[in-house]
């Protein structure tokens, strides 16, 4: 993917960035890609990246077309009382992958990290650290790692089932009705007893 | 898809059938595809499908390259204590997923839902009619829709957890810990309370 000796000024200096980004978000993964090794591979100043596309993760949620920046979505779950978190998470995700556009987008990335192990490896790390990391911290609880990872799971199937193969009477539920169905679950995987081994 | 005036005996006419049937359950979904239509439009007699293919529900199974024979699931998961149903769903459904050749084959055939609207249509008639649909009839209870919708979205999530995304430590626990893990999600899904409306 290096591509030295261009001038930062170069018009698609942008594009080579992204470029260079997306190889090593799917190389090295969301934590182990570098600001500083994807400017090397681009063959600009490090500077020059945050001045494009900012931190790290504004860059990596440009490289996957994520449909809403995530900084805003994890206040919205983890500010209030911890015992309607559950309620909180599944409007939230609810929440943005109701609005059209984003649901396009949401749709696209699903079914990319489905049939890309690159893009599932990228995805996996970064819903896992970055979103629901600062949920399970919300929590307090043991075992987060499985807990996130149950969480992950059903909010995934309530995706596909619901964008994606359309099963009724989930595909076309009130948020009230899956919230209902849904956060009992959601509320045993956070706070709940799991089986430690 | 039709192609007719070709005979019987022609050495393709396996492959036609199998073209004529793709076709059909994918216009027609799995409960509106008939197998006399499906005989038409390969030329054929109907009686030569069932010859190649046996019941509708084998030439589905064939069509889809469907990892296992599902008639021989659905009595491993209502045979027995309905208060171990849910153990035992989640056993039959991981031990299809955890043999390597029936894995790929499932992970193809998920890929191929969550991409091909198509596909989509055909798996979610058919898991929720052929597979769920006995299963709920065995727990005798309300809202076997919505049900069978909560079981397939949280199963679905799981195969997508563990085989495709590979989040940890759900990809490699142990079937007695995703037992213990989401057997109670499943019991409510399919017993407790779950909101009418």
């Given at each position: ?32 890609a ?20 900012g ?73 896992l ?28 199937g ?40």
């Amino acid at each position: 993917m290096a591509r030295t000796g261009r001038r930062p000024g170069d018009p698609d200096t942008r594009g080579r960035i992204l470029e260079a980004a997306r190889a090593r978000f799917a190389a090295a993964g969301y934590r182990g890609a570098t600001i500083r090794a994807i400017a090397a591979d681009a063959g600009v100043d490090p500077a020059l990246v945050h001045h494009y596309f900012g931190t790290k993760r504004e860059l990596f949620t440009t490289v996957l077309d994520f449909p809403v920046d995530p900084s805003t979505l994890v206040p919205r779950v983890t500010d209030g009382p911890v015992g309607q978190l559950p309620e909180r998470l599944l409007r939230t995700f609810l929440g943005v992958w109701d609005e059209p556009p984003a649901r396009d987008r949401a749709v696209i990335l699903l079914r990319s990290a489905v049939t890309d192990p690159d893009t599932a490896r990228m995805m996996r790390e970064f819903v896992l650290t970055t979103l629901l990391g600062p949920v399970l911290a919300a929590v307090e609880t043991d075992h987060a790692d499985l807990r996130a990872g149950l969480v992950a799971s059903q909010l995934v199937g309530l995706a596909v089932a619901r964008f994606v193969l359309r099963i009724e009477p989930i595909a076309s539920a009130s948020h009230d009705r899956l919230v209902a169905a849904y956060a009992p679950t959601l509320r045993r995987y956070l706070t709940g007893d799991v089986p430690g081994t």
